[in-house]
């Protein structure tokens, strides 16, 4: 079964590495990972005021990441830190209180960068977000992509054969597998609890 998931690319830029990436990944597992693009240069700085009366922007976000099975997030690291646009598209997602579209859902996060470092920083900030936001993100393997380039990856948009790709393909299956774990093991929950309330009553 392929799982519904969207990703969010924390780079507004056209050629963004991190675009690239998550459109690498994905391809890697097209068979299983049923992955859209959720876009977020459109909205608008997150105002508590307009949470009654969200713009159309607002609405198609949310609407857009409420019924899918799992986030991915591939992000690039500014100054040490998540970009400021993926962070207002959290926040906006986050509310109103009590109507987090984020509740629940697996996720994994991707960093990128032609740097050495990986954005580890900004891959990290972004995990401590999450842990508020209730999301259970995948913990390995870790996925900070350093010294990536525009020669990483080929014409097709596939990555070049190398550690890297070697490195993503196991990022894309664990992703796969991490959603696949905790959707099932929430069915199983709930079939358990149903079991049991079934049995309560024949008793
Ligand atoms: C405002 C700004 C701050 C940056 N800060 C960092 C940083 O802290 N760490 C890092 O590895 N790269 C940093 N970079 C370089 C980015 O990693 C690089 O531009 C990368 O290509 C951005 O990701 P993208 O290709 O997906 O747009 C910074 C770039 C910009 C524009």
Redesign the pocket.
């Known amino acids: 079964m392929a799982y519904r998931i969207a990703i969010i690319?924390g780079?507004l830029?056209e050629?963004?590495?991190?675009?690239k990436m998550a459109r690498a990944i994905c391809k890697l597992r097209d068979d299983n990972l049923d992955c859209s693009m959720v876009e977020i240069g459109d909205l608008p700085l997150y105002n508590q005021d307009a949470d009654a009366t969200p713009s159309e922007q607002v609405v198609r976000f949310r609407q857009q990441v409420a019924p899918v099975d799992g986030v991915l997030f591939c992000t690039?690291?500014?100054?040490?830190?998540v970009p400021g646009v993926l962070k207002n598209a959290i926040d906006i997602g986050s509310r109103p209180y009590g109507q987090s579209v984020w509740d629940k859902k697996p996720a994994a996060i991707v960093s990128?960068?032609?740097?050495a470092?990986?954005?580890f920083?900004?891959n990290h900030q972004l995990r401590q977000a999450c842990v508020f936001l209730n999301m259970p993100v995948m913990q390995q393997p870790e996925a900070y992509f350093g010294h990536v380039t525009d020669d990483s990856f080929q014409q097709n948009g596939e990555l070049a054969d190398g550690s890297l790709k070697d490195l993503v393909t196991k990022v894309a299956h664990a992703f796969h597998d991490w959603v696949d774990m905790i959707h099932r093991s929430r069915q199983a929950l709930a079939e358990d609890a149903a079991h049991a309330a079934q049995q309560k009553e024949h008793a």
């Not at 690039?76 to 830190?81: D, I, Q």
């Not at 990128?112 to 740097?115: A, E, L, N, Q, R």
């Open positions: 690319v780079s830029r050629g963004s590495l991190n675009r690039p690291e500014y100054n040490r830190g990128v960068s032609p740097g470092l990986g954005g920083g900004a």
